[in-house]
């Protein structure tokens, strides 16, 4: 990822923190489990704090991406516990596609190729962190 795409990503991001996390967390879950029916057997029955977990672990991320040392270790635990959750590497690409779709839906007009390039060059970087992390010997 570049400064560029790093400042991006940390200046839309503050224009979607003040919104909701049950809005947020809704609007994304809903799209994935649109198109992915069978992933809702992986979550709780009531979605209230996965909605907060997820507003929280992205403001996590964004807040330290510039100094990813600092938030490696906790983006291992997640992808540990998303196993346990029953994740597969596959999993990754799908949520993906419904976390880009709900940004450009949150970020309107704000939404561009260059947000959309620099979202996507972050997740596929935490995807990856992820997925190696799951594929470690313990």
């Given at each position: 990822?570049?400064?560029?795409?790093?400042?991006?990503?940390?200046?839309?991001?503050?224009?979607?923190?003040?919104?909701?996390?049950?809005?947020?967390?809704?609007?994304?879950?809903?799209?994935?489990?649109?198109?992915?029916?069978?992933?809702?057997?992986?979550?709780?029955?009531?979605?209230?704090?996965?909605?907060k977990?997820?507003?929280?672990?992205?403001?996590?991320?964004?807040?330290?991406?510039?100094?990813?040392?600092?938030?490696?270790?906790?983006?291992?635990?997640?992808?540990?516990?998303?196993?346990?959750?029953?994740?597969?590497?596959?999993?990754?690409?799908?949520?993906?596609?419904?976390?880009?779709?709900?940004?450009?839906?949150g970020?309107?007009?704000?939404?561009?190729?260059?947000?959309?390039?620099?979202?996507?060059?972050?997740y596929?970087?935490?995807?990856?962190?992820?997925?190696?992390?799951?594929?470690?010997?313990?």
């Amino acid at each position: 990822m570049t400064n560029e795409q790093i400042t991006q990503i940390k200046n839309s991001w503050k224009l979607l923190r003040n919104v909701d996390a049950d809005l947020i967390g809704d609007v994304f879950y809903s799209k994935l489990f649109l198109h992915n029916p069978n992933l809702r057997i992986l979550f709780p029955d009531s979605m209230n704090d996965q909605y907060k977990k997820l507003v929280m672990m992205l403001s996590f991320i964004i807040a330290r991406i510039d100094r990813p040392q600092e938030m490696v270790e906790e983006v291992r635990s997640l992808a540990v516990r998303h196993v346990q959750y029953g994740v597969k590497p596959e999993h990754y690409s799908i949520v993906g596609e419904a976390l880009l779709w709900t940004l450009e839906k949150g970020l309107g007009k704000d939404w561009n190729k260059e947000l959309k390039d620099a979202w996507l060059a972050c997740y596929n970087l935490l995807s990856a962190t992820m997925i190696a992390a799951t594929q470690q010997p313990a």
